[in-house]
T-cell receptor, first 113, second 113 residues
């Protein structure tokens, strides 16, 4: 049973527009959420994170929104750039100290110039 | 340069032949982890280690062993590889803390015939 789901395998967006990547989870014990970006032939790189005490976290062009009641988080990229084209994974963890992460299946973002 | 290194990067082997994939980090990180990436399944955590001699199972530990005898190294051992362990493997490390950035290695592509 997939506890973290990214239901859109792929997404195409025009350069300069907003990219919205979604992630749903089923485990209400998840308290910490992270987004990673992955280019082909490279390891994932960390983008942004959020804990359940917040509903929004911003870092430059990247904003993560968390809706705990809906068990849903989203990553907004504004404005989207061609270099953002990559696979994006969301990940969740239950509580500080467990260090066990459940990743989603990923969404391939393509930003069109 | 701060990095996580994995060796080998590519490996073809046969069923039942024991193998070890090494992982080393030079950032003095407490936490290290192994993941596998498979199409349609995203990243799945195999094992993790919070410190020397402290390891724990991730989501898919069956068929794998790990050890953490030194802080910088975290080898992944497949005692009797099977074709369903054909995958792309990533090692990662972080300072510790569930929202700490995990730094990933470049990946090891394994084919078990």
């Amino acid at each position: 049973d997939q506890q973290v789901k990214q239901n859109s395998p792929s997404l195409s967006v025009q350069e300069g527009r907003i990219s919205i990547l979604n992630c749903d989870y089923t485990n209400s014990m998840f308290d910490y959420f992270l987004w990673y970006k992955k280019y082909p032939a490279e390891g994932p790189t960390f983008l942004i994170s959020i804990s359940s005490i917040k509903d929004k976290n911003e870092d430059g062009r990247f904003t993560v929104f968390l809706n705990k009641s809906a068990k849903h988080l989203s990553l907004h990229i504004v404005p989207s750039q061609p270099g953002d084209s990559a696979v994006y994974f969301c990940a969740a963890s239950e509580a500080s100290g467990t260090y066990k992460y459940i990743f989603g299946t990923g969404t391939r973002l393509k930003v069109l110039a | 340069e701060a990095q996580v290194t994995q060796n080998p990067r590519y490996l073809i082997t046969v069923t039942g032949k024991k193998l070890t994939v090494t992982c080393s980090q030079n950032m003095n990180h407490e936490y290290m982890s192994w993941y596998r990436q498979d199409p349609g399944l995203g990243l799945r955590q195999i094992y993790y280690s919070m410190n020397v001699e402290v390891t724990d199972k991730g989501d898919v530990p069956e068929g794998y062993k790990v050890s953490r005898k030194e802080k910088r190294n975290f080898p992944l051992i497949l005692e009797s590889p099977s074709p369903n362990q054909t995958s792309l493997y990533f090692c990662a490390s972080s300072l510790g803390g569930v929202l700490e950035t995990q730094y990933f290695g470049p990946g090891t592509r394994l084919l078990v015939l």
